[in-house]
């Protein structure tokens, strides 16, 4: 008989919501069972509509983890109290996964990764972005050679007006930042993976304020208020790795730019190069003339037939799932989540103090 996981949810807002609690739903080796929210009706509206029979509802998350038959827990809180929520979860016996990015400082994911070690349980970062079908597509064909030795990456997560106005996404003190650790976070994880290199040597970044202050701007959230806009608007780095290879990195909810692109990244090694600005596009040499092919791969299918098809959350959550029932490593390792937290963190810290952040 296959075993049943017990999932409990800490933080019922918008990402649990459209994310994490319907994935989790259609997994048939899962069901959730604990719904947390400092809004108790946040957290009674998810056990309503997710929940299994007799889910139960808190408002404290230390009382849920009291709970011995959990065996999962899903944290989607602001950013400043994933660590510690994590590690509570940790010690408490549970496995996590943890909404990104990972910790709002790289000294507070050092201290979840700690606690996964020292208790034995999977630990995994939620960026659903590897789980595409794009992404999956082109790590495989990375790792068949197909690029060669890639030395240079971009990571683009660029919005010309797309500003979250709710929740606490313009709150520095609770989020850490603004588009670069909330989207910026996305499309860095993509290209370190997609060129499994997480070895940096020194970044350089700039963060800008430019647009934040405006009253009643365009805005595909509806307009923000310029007294609670105290993250950056937009964000630029400039990362060193330790073989050479260079990654830049653009993250904006408001820019003045028309091209734009989200969770997105441009490689460039010694034998082709792949973008995803229009799907995924491969570019090189052959037969001492260039090329550019577009991949299709929605290409094949049958007509008048309409296949069943899985989302990268809920390839995510699947996954996942596996991953603990099977007992294998989870695709997002904590230890490659960690690397993204220590560039973000050193892309703010360059920013702020005008000099090169280097690592020992």
Known sequence: MTQTLKVAIIGCGGIANGKHMP??????????????????????????KFGAEGA??????????????IDIVHVCTPNDSHSVI??????????????KPMAKTS????EMIEAAKRTGKKLSIAYQNRFRNDSLYLKELIETGELG?????????????????WGVFLDEEKQGGGPLIDIGTHALDLTLWLMDNYKPKSVMGSVFHKLSGRENAANAFGPWNPEEFNVEDSAFG?????????????ASWALNVVETGEAQTLLAGTEGGADMKNGL?????????????????????????????????????????????????PLVKPEQAY??????????????????????
């Open 23 to 48: 994935s989790l739903s259609k997994q048939k080796n899962a069901e959730m069972v604990a719904f947390c929210d400092i809004v108790e009706s946040r957290a009674e509206e998810a056990a309503s």
């Open 56 to 69: 139960k509802v808190y408002t404290d998350y230390q009382e849920l983890l009291k709970d011995k038959s």
């Open 86 to 99: 994590t590690v509570a979860a940790l010690e408490a016996g549970k496995h996590v996964m943890c909404e």
């Open 107 to 110: 000294e507070q994911a050092l």
């Open 149 to 165: 030795d890639i030395y240079y990456g971009k990571a683009i997560a660029l919005r010309r007006r797309g500003v979250p106005t």
């Open 238 to 250: 400039f990362v060193t790795m330790e073989n050479g290879a260079t990654i830049q990195v653009e």
């Open 281 to 329: 596009r491969l570019n090189g040499e052959k037969l001492s003339r260039l090329y550019e092919q577009n991949i299709d791969l929605n290409a094949g299918g049958v007509a008048f037939f309409a296949g069943e098809s899985e989302s990268d959350a809920d390839r995510e959550a699947r996954m996942w799932i596996e991953a603990i029932l099977e007992d294998k490593e």
């Open 339 to 360: 690397v993204v937290t220590q560039i973000l963190e050193a892309i703010y810290e360059s920013a702020r103090t005008g000099k090169a952040v280097y690592f020992e």
